[in-house]
């Protein structure tokens, strides 16, 4: 089973599901591409000139605006740049409120649409939980408990999209350029949340589990379309108006203040708070007693809910044998350590023993606004276990400095949302940095160790499901280096999970150790769909040949400086003033 002809990823998915996937995706890509060039002057010309028109009530009688379309035709307009017009404009449509051409109200209407059917499928893990009839075995029943989690995050994302909405009465106040890159990572998470619920059903190997994944799969279809048809317009209609001379707040996306070493989302205050040598701590932890507590777990317990300051906690030198979940109502968490070679969090849950891979993390986040600084979190499980997760982020507007992320397969989970990582040791073998998160990694050192015997190793496996997630791996002045210097296992710079798979390495430095083709299939002998997007830029060292690489449709060998520049943090992890604050130095251009 662990050969490199027969590894299929332990679960995460089968080479039937994906080869329909592919031969689904290419069919949908076409139709998408057709459609997209006949209906984006529609789209320019009505939608857009229809607000204009409507907002703009000096304009003159000669001015060249189109006619205003009807509620219907308008609505169509709109639901014409979704993957799924037609559940779009019937849910939409259906709804009394939607007797409007205003996009900017469609959208929000779409929100709706979206919360009532995510809330109808909110409870439904815990139904099949509790019906004693289906016998579900042990397996199903923790997968099922992965559901019932992410459901319930997916529900606040798409509250938080709901309330960014709220605008004042005068026309002037639209939605800003901030508003609208938080909305769009809201609801990117929200479509991963759904899909991470059935990764967690598709990795379990059980005959009863194949009716409970089909029956979620069916309940969760008009969540999730639902969910993507939001992300679709906020992504190419919202943003469409704020390029035309409609009013809307301007500003740089993830402007960075300058020489700061930061994205601009991370404070001031919170600038400091890294660059101080020890904090000042709101609690200390020390297993001699010489703190507050002797376990994180207590420390954590003691964070207030939703807090808008910053807690900090303070972990002294140590090994702390513990798993830890930093639910999502603990916002604004520091918490670091003595160094990440003195201050470590180990835990030892797997999936092989039985816990899904999302369960199997040391230490979990998932609260927004979380920093961790100068801590090793480490999975002991081993490689025979298989999935072994030793820290997963859900974390929005997070930072990670000079910790160390050590395990064998998937070592760091960046589940979702927008999250930053500097000076940090990441050590793996396969798919051991993976996850749907807007994720970059800054001088850090990325260290493949050696398998299992007949095993490869995959640095990265992205999992971006939809076209319109504003999610992707983004390495960017890294080492690439062999943990030990032993490392004989053939090892590739990533795989594609999922069809639409974002994953760029650039100004890195790549060691000997890489095989030529640099990247490799889910499915063996399968190109990925064309979707996908891989590249590499300005990368040195003997791995960083390109002449060998593998000929992907959707994988670009080099990059030009403008393509590169999108992953950059100052374009890529966009948002308010989230990084500078923390005080981890960052590089915010190429």
């Known amino acids: 089973m662990d050969s490199v002809n027969s590894f299929k990823g332990y679960g995460k998915v089968d080479d039937i599901e994906q080869k329909a996937f592919t031969r689904k995706t ?37 001015s060249a605006v189109p006619t205003e379309l009807t509620p219907s035709a308008s609505l169509k307009a709109v639901c014409s740049i979704t993957q799924y017009p037609g559940s779009c404009f019937s849910s939409i449509s259906n709804l009394e409120t939607a007797n409007t051409s205003d996009p900017e109200v469609l959208f929000k209407l779409s929100l709706h649409v979206a919360m009532n059917e995510l809330s109808k499928i909110k409870d439904y893990p815990s139904k099949l939980l509790g019906n004693t009839n289906l016998n579900l075995d042990a397996s199903v029943r923790a997968a099922l408990t992965v559901c019932e989690s992410v459901f319930d995050d997916a529900v606040d994302m798409l509250n938080d999209s709901i309330s960014s909405m709220s605008v004042g009465d005068d026309s002037q106040q639209i939605l800003s350029q901030i508003k609208i890159n938080d909305m769009k990572t809201w609801l990117s998470t929200t479509l991963t949340d759904q899909e991470t619920c059935l990764d967690a059903l598709i990795e379990v190997n059980a005959t009863e589990n194949v009716a409970i994944l089909e029956d979620v799969r069916l309940a969760m279809e008009n969540s999730t379309e639902f969910s993507s048809n939001s992300l679709a317009i906020v992504t190419k209609i919202i943003n469409l108006l704020s390029d035309f001379n409609i009013p809307i707040h301007r500003r740089l996306l993830g402007f960075e203040r300058p020489n700061s070493g930061f994205p601009s989302w991370v404070s001031v205050g919170d600038r400091r708070l890294l660059q101080e040598a020890k904090p000042t701590p709101d609690v200390t932890v020390a297993k001699d007693g010489s703190g507050n507590f002797t376990s994180i777990e207590e420390a954590v317990n003691a964070v207030p809910k939703k807090s808008a300051s910053r807690f900090v906690i303070y972990v002294k030198e140590g090994v702390y044998v513990e798993n830890i979940l930093m639910d999502k109502n603990k916002w604004n968490v520091m918490i670091y350590g003595d160094g990440k070679d003195k201050t470590v969090i180990s835990g030892s849950k797997n999936f092989v023993d039985g816990t899904p891979t999302f369960s199997t993390a040391t230490f979990a986040v998932q609260g927004k606004g979380f920093i961790a600084r100068d801590i090793k979190f480490i999975n002991t499980a081993g490689p025979a276990k298989h999935q072994a997760v030793a820290f997963r982020s859900g974390s929005d507007m997070s930072v990670y400095s000079q910790c160390s992320f050590d395990a064998y397969q998937d070592t760091l989970y960046a589940h979702s949302n927008r999250q930053f990582y500097r000076d940090c040791d990441i050590t793996g073998t396969i798919d051991f940095i993976f996850g749907n998160a807007a994720v970059v990694f800054q001088n850090c050192n990325i260290m493949p160790r050696q398998p299992l015997p007949n095993q490869f190793n995959t640095i990265t496996a992205q999992g971006k499901k939809d076209a319109n997630q504003n999610t992707g791996i983004s390495i960017q002045k890294c080492n690439f280096l062999a943990l030990g210097g032993n490392l004989t296992a053939p090892t590739y710079l990533g795989r594609p999970w999922k069809e639409y798979s974002t994953t760029v390495i650039m100004q890195s430095n790549i060691a000997s150790f890489l095989n030529p083709l640099g990247w490799m299939s889910w499915v063996s002998g399968v190109d990925p769909p064309s979707s996908i997007f891989y590249g590499e830029y300005s990368n040195t060292g003997p791995g960083a040949n390109v002449e060998k690489r593998v000929q992907w449709s959707g994988y670009k060998p080099v990059m030009t400086e403008a393509e590169a520049g999108k992953f950059a943090v100052g374009s890529f992890i966009q948002g308010t003033d989230w990084l500078p604050a923390t005080s981890v130095a960052f590089d915010s251009n190429l």
């Open 26 to 62: 290419r069919k949908r890509l076409i139709i998408l591409s057709v459609s997209s060039i006949i209906l984006v002057a529609a789209i320019i010309g009505a939608v857009v000139g229809t607000v204009v028109h409507k907002r703009n009530n000096n304009s003159s009688p000669n």
